[in-house]
């Protein structure tokens, strides 16, 4: 089990310019999160898909944020007009349905300069 | 909206002493509360969770959960420098399928060999 992989680990962009962070949910789990770490602001939820579709983003920023799930492999987050209030770890997390724990990404680390 | 509070922010221990950490919620209709633990540069990752009142223990680790108070806590026993690391408090307000989950602002704690 490789666990819930986010690409790319890393990632700089210029302020303004458009960032595409990926997930791949554990195989078989049927929930994916995603949230937001701060040291200011700690572990922030974002948005949430259950069988694809989307159930709750009420975390989103409205206006630059979008969350989509084509299909049960991967999710993605995309972030445009970046702005460096947007600098963060996003981590995502993906879950069974019937369960309750949420196993989480190793993150994205996103730089805005 | 749900406010989720850990105290302390930090805390050092030696190795072997007994470390409890406290979480404080807001909306007494919260049903799941969890705790997870990262490693600097880690993903959070599960500890253990309750959903009614009362105390689980697994291991070295034992969480006690009292909602009329709108309290839970994590206590560890015989702590190891290993169990160095910021502890996450969670609560979700899922009822049939636990959701997104809110997060304090965590406790880091140290512990000195």
């Known amino acids: 089990n490789a666990g819930v992989i986010q690409t790319p680990r890393h990632k700089v962009t210029g302020k303004g310019q458009e960032a595409t962070l990926w997930c791949e949910p554990i195989s078989g789990h049927s929930a994916v999160f995603w949230y937001r770490q701060t040291i200011v602001q700690g572990l922030e939820f974002l948005t949430y898909f259950r069988n694809q579709a989307p159930i709750d983003d009420s975390g989103m920023p409205k206006e630059r944020f979008s969350a989509q799930m084509p299909n049960q492999s991967h999710s993605t987050l995309k972030i445009q007009s970046t702005q460096p209030q947007d600098s963060a770890v996003y981590l995502c997390?993906?879950?069974?349905?019937?369960?309750?724990?949420?196993?989480f990404g190793p993150g994205t680390r996103l730089l805005v300069l | 909206q749900q406010k989720v509070q850990q105290s302390p922010e930090s805390l050092i221990v030696p190795e072997g002493a007994m470390t409890s950490l406290n979480c404080t919620f807001s909306d007494s209709a919260s049903q799941y509360f969890a705790w997870y633990r990262q490693h600097s540069g880690k993903a959070p990752k599960a500890l253990m969770s309750i959903f009614s009142n009362g105390e689980k223990e697994e291991g070295r680790f034992t969480i006690h959960l009292n909602k009329a108070s709108l309290h839970f806590s994590l206590h560890i026993r015989d702590s190891q420098p290993s169990d160095s690391a910021l502890y996450l408090c969670a609560v979700s307000m899922g009822t049939q399928v636990v959701g997104q989950l809110t997060f304090g602002r965590g406790t880091r704690l140290q512990v000195y060999a």
């Open positions: 997390a993906s879950k069974l349905g019937y369960q309750d724990t949420q196993y």
